[in-house]
């Protein structure tokens, strides 16, 4: 509750900032100073929701709405060199998706995982095209008008300008890397589904509410503001877990990217994986190394954020089992025939689950998930019969 006031109070100290400045600047204008000001949260927010097609889209709005005499100033992203390949390439990925729709589980594994580091190197671009366009339209509000009085804008005799540029920027930065954290969301869960139609639906989806996004700021600019700020609000308030998955999927695209499991080993003290699902306060997809103390009790710790101070939790008591899977092994624990996950392994460890058995002291080894359906239809195809889980000698 104290994030969520904290967070509230800054959005309205630095609105009511720019208000009061645009007020105190030209008293007149407040109207079109405001819709310039809602129009830039919108732009802020459909950018980060999908930077390569919100920078190509408003490079390509910027370019054929600047007269011509003007094009040859504009910023890089409203150049034809940058903002058509971009929209091209956005194009092309939605292409992928359309077939990726009809291909088996998995064919297409391989694009997303580029499709995914596109999203990361495109997200630093479009901050590099946000934030400079934000800083010149609170400059330009402050500066434009010819009256000596507006640079001397002040409320109880202190300047605005300084403490308006030192509050919108940090603040318009964090909007944009919170709801940049949801939109990267997308990519992740598409990476983690091995199903193209539930792709196509995220892919959708995350399309919708940019295309409604824009249409609304042609129709109604402070509607579109407004509809940015509750994507804000609730960006905010998912932040943990859009981070989580975020450092999940850039591990797993590392890993199958550089193909590491080929020159992998896992370590005999500690190893990397995440939580499968939540453990005690342990949100899942938290990234940890798992260890045995000197009773050969499982430990799972980690830093909240990556940075904070380590914390331990200790795995439940029960009987555990490693799950082949087709992309990424896991640890389960078993109940009564049934298993249920508990930690997943990033793509290196696949092919090294009888040493990770070893070194924890799991004998039960059983192929999961998508290898195990696949194995079964090989078997039925050729009339073998299920294999039956390994079991290694501890």
């Not at 819709?35 to 927010?45: G, N, Q």
């Not at 479009?126 to 000596?148: C, E, K, N, R």
Request: net charge positive; glycine share 8%; proline share 6%.
């Amino acid at each position: 509750m104290k994030r969520l006031l904290f967070f509230i109070l800054a959005l309205a100290v630095c609105s009511g900032l720019a208000l009061a400045a645009s007020e105190a600047v030209q008293p007149a204008a407040t109207n079109q100073h405001g819709l310039e000001l809602a129009k830039a949260l919108t732009k802020i927010t459909g950018i980060a929701i999908s930077p390569l097609l919100g920078v190509g889209v408003v490079g390509a709005y910027d370019y054929f709405t600047c007269p011509a005499e003007k094009k040859a100033a504009m910023p890089w992203y409203a150049q034809v060199k940058f903002w058509l390949p971009a929209l091209l390439l956005v194009g092309a990925i939605a292409l992928k998706d359309s077939a990726g729709a009809v291909f088996p589980p998995g064919w297409k594994k391989a694009f997303d995982v580029v499709e995914t580091v596109e999203s990361k190197v495109s997200g630093l671009v479009a901050a590099g095209a946000v934030v400079p366009s934000i800083a010149m339209i609170f400059h330009s509000q402050l500066t434009s008008s010819a009256d000596p009085q507006v640079l001397q804008a002040s409320i109880l005799g202190f300047s605005l300008a300084p403490l308006l540029n030192i509050l919108t920027i940090p603040l318009a930065v964090t909007c944009f890397v919170l709801v940049w954290l949801v939109g990267h969301v997308t990519n992740v869960l598409i990476l983690v589904s091995p199903w193209g139609v539930v792709d196509a639906a995220l892919k959708g989806i995350r399309t919708s509410v940019i295309g409604f996004i824009t249409a609304l700021n042609f129709i109604n600019p402070l509607a579109a503001a407004l509809l940015s700020m509750i994507i804000v609000v609730i960006a905010y308030f998912i932040a943990g877990w859009s981070f989580r998955l975020m450092v999940f999927g850039s591990v797993y695209t590392w890993d199958f990217f550089t193909f590491r499991h080929k020159r992998f080993k896992p370590a005999p003290d500690a190893n990397w994986m995440f939580t499968g699902r939540k453990i005690e306060k342990t949100p899942i997809r938290t990234y940890g190394r798992l260890r045995k103390d000197a009773e050969s009790k499982l430990l799972f710790e980690y830093k909240p954020w990556l940075f904070l101070p380590v914390r331990t939790v200790a795995l439940p008591a029960g009987r555990y089992a490693i799950g082949r899977g087709l992309f990424c092994p896991e640890i389960m624990t078993v109940e009564d025939k049934k298993t249920r996950s508990l930690l997943a392994m990033p793509p290196r460890y696949k092919r090294h689950e009888d040493e990770i058995g070893r070194i924890y002291g799991i004998t039960d080894i059983r192929d999961v998930g998508l290898l195990k359906g696949l194995k079964a239809i090989w078997n039925w195809v050729t009339g073998k019969s299920a294999v039956e889980p390994v079991i290694v000698p501890a």
